[in-house]
């Protein structure tokens, strides 16, 4: 590895030992080799540290929090600490197929600046089994429609997304919108005009894991969405921004509000 290499990938790690070495050797063996591999140790409390530890790659660098940060605050850590030209993403529990870094690379040097490449995703299980495919993944492929889609969800694959270094430092991520950090980028990013290039090729495999799919279905996921969109929208105005992509969130973010009070007024009525 150079001293400046040519990718930085990010991997906050909590709580994932059983997973982690899947997803370390998975950036470990890709076909582009000049990489640096930033570990964020989000004060693990099971055997990740240990794992990170065993690796003697000296393209893998650790960072350690001393209490639990979370996602966005760890991951602006990983950023401010890269030194490669471009960004890619990784979760501690997913995989990334070999030539993933290879083919991104070699696409978003074809692209103009302002522009995020990411990919679609299979999904996959505890134990590693194929369980299918994210439909609005897979249904939104060309930059317009993703644009078209993002005011009412999201609908990219967060650990496949790859950008210039350059890029992401002008928007980082907001701790305040932890619950979805990802969908708060690409909202920001959107509203400024940066475009969405996905790649039809599934370049990670996405883990889905049943404590957090059961955790996440506990709570009225229009109300998440609401809140997200409307933080998002308060701090553009703050700005002194406002274009017709945040005129169509604000919309979608009502019809949210409008979900969600349907929702609960309905789950009351069962009881």
């Known amino acids: 590895m150079s001293s400046t290499p040519q990718v930085s990938v990010i991997m906050p790690v909590?709580?994932?030992?059983?997973?982690l070495r899947e997803a370390i050797d998975s950036m470990l063996n890709q076909s582009l080799s000049d990489f640096e591999l930033i570990l964020v140790n989000d004060a693990s409390t099971d055997d990740g540290l240990s794992i990170m530890e065993s690796y003697a790659d000296p393209r893998i660098r650790i960072i350690h929090n001393e209490k639990n940060l979370g996602l966005a605050?760890?991951?602006?850590?990983?950023?401010?600490?890269?030194?490669?030209?471009?960004?890619?993403?990784?979760?501690?529990?997913?995989v990334s197929v070999a030539h993933r870094l290879e083919l991104q690379v070699a696409h978003l040097k074809k692209l103009p600046p302002n522009t995020v490449i990411c990919s679609t995703c299979i999904l996959i299980d505890e134990h590693g089994n194929k369980i299918g495919k994210w439909k609005d993944d897979s249904?939104?492929?060309?930059?317009?429609?993703?644009?078209?889609?993002?005011?009412?969800?999201?609908?990219?694959?967060?650990?496949?997304?790859?950008?210039?270094?350059?890029?992401?430092?002008?928007?980082?991520y907001d701790p305040e919108q932890s619950a979805a950090e990802d969908y708060d980028l690409w909202l920001r990013m959107a509203a400024e005009g940066i475009t969405f290039?996905?790649?039809?090729?599934?370049?990670?495999?996405?883990?889905?894991?049943?404590?957090?799919?059961?955790?996440?279905?506990?709570?009225?996921?229009?109300?998440?969405?609401?809140?997200?969109?409307?933080?998002?929208?308060?701090?553009?105005?703050?700005?002194?921004?406002?274009?017709?992509f945040m005129l169509k969130t604000l919309l979608m973010s009502i019809l949210d509000l409008i979900k969600g009070l349907a929702k609960e007024i309905k789950k009351r009525l069962k009881r």
Not at 73 to 94: E, Q, T
Not at 164 to 171: G, M, N, Q
Not at 205 to 233: A, G
């Open 197 to 244: 290039h996905k790649l039809e090729e599934p370049l990670v495999m996405h883990r889905i894991r049943k404590q957090s799919f059961t955790r996440e279905r506990q709570h009225n996921v229009f109300f998440k969405l609401f809140r997200v969109k409307v933080v998002f929208l308060f701090h553009g105005l703050i700005k002194g921004q406002i274009n017709a």
């Open 14 to 19: 909590y709580n994932t030992a059983p997973f």
């Open 139 to 172: 249904q939104y492929l060309t930059a317009k429609k993703i644009r078209s889609k993002l005011p009412s969800n999201n609908c990219i694959v967060h650990p496949s997304v790859f950008m210039r270094r350059d890029l992401l430092v002008e928007f980082f």
């Open 73 to 94: 605050v760890s991951l602006n850590k990983a950023i401010r600490s890269s030194k490669g030209h471009y960004i890619a993403r990784m979760d501690g529990d997913d």
